[in-house]
């Protein structure tokens, strides 16, 4: 157990919806990763917080945003669905330091019909 | 375009043998990172190598890092069963990564 969070495990949705994925940190990480998995694209870095902070933003969509809370927890909300966001949707924390090792939570597979 | 190649994509090796899995990354990266993910489970972070000249080993497994070739390599010593999965390397060019295809290693007994 990595001691990352996240729910839901699986969602169902239809396209044109709009859902949330939530993702709580290992106690004492400051850092939150997203990144999207599929087939087509493979492993895509979506976006980092940092204490709550924007750090970095990879190959995210428009339609996608994200948060981190002062709780450190973090929403990645996912609108306007497509069948092409149909993916593995993960959550990764880490300390914050400069060795920045991740620790992967075990996912949210996304599908839209 | 920044681009993170392994190779090979699929390996199948017999157990006790030997092998190595190449990282060539395109831009320049003070950091490469490998991880490993089971069929169907999610990712795990296996070594960061944070310098030229990194070696880290854990087990059968040792990773290296050349910045100037900029290539890494993972290297496998006796494979033994339990180290089929697919692993990744990636690459973190101004805070954001960027991750090789993955190569899918079957270590056949």
């Known amino acids: 157990d990595s001691g990352v969070t996240q729910t839901p495990k699986h969602l169902i949705t239809a396209t044109g919806q709009r859902v949330t994925l939530r993702c709580s940190p290992r106690s004492g990480d400051l850092s939150v990763y997203w990144y999207q998995q599929s087939l087509d694209q493979g492993l895509q870095f979506l976006i980092q917080y940092y204490n709550g902070e924007e750090r970095a933003k990879g190959n995210i969509l428009e339609r996608f945003s994200a948060q981190q809370f002062p709780d450190l927890h973090s929403e990645l909300n996912l609108s306007s669905l497509e069948l092409g966001d149909s993916a593995l949707y993960f959550c990764?924390?880490?300390?914050?330091?400069?060795?920045?090792?991740?620790?992967f939570g075990a996912g949210t597979r996304l599908s839209v019909l | 375009e920044l681009k993170v190649e392994q190779n090979p994509l699929f390996l199948s090796m017999q157990e006790g043998k030997n092998y190595t899995i190449y990282c060539n990354y395109s831009t320049t990266s003070d950091r490469l990172y490998w991880y490993r993910q089971d069929p169907g489970k999610s990712l795990e972070s296996l070594f960061v190598l944070l310098s030229n000249g990194a070696v880290k080993q854990e087990g059968r497994l040792m990773a290296s890092l050349d910045t100037k070739a900029r290539l890494s390599t993972l290297h496998i010593t006796a494979a033994v069963h339990d180290l089929s999965a697919t692993y990744f390397c990636a690459v973190e060019p101004g805070n954001q990564f960027y991750f090789g295809t993955g190569t899918s290693l079957t270590v056949i007994p």
């Open positions: 990764a924390s880490s300390p914050g330091t400069n060795l920045n090792i991740q620790y």
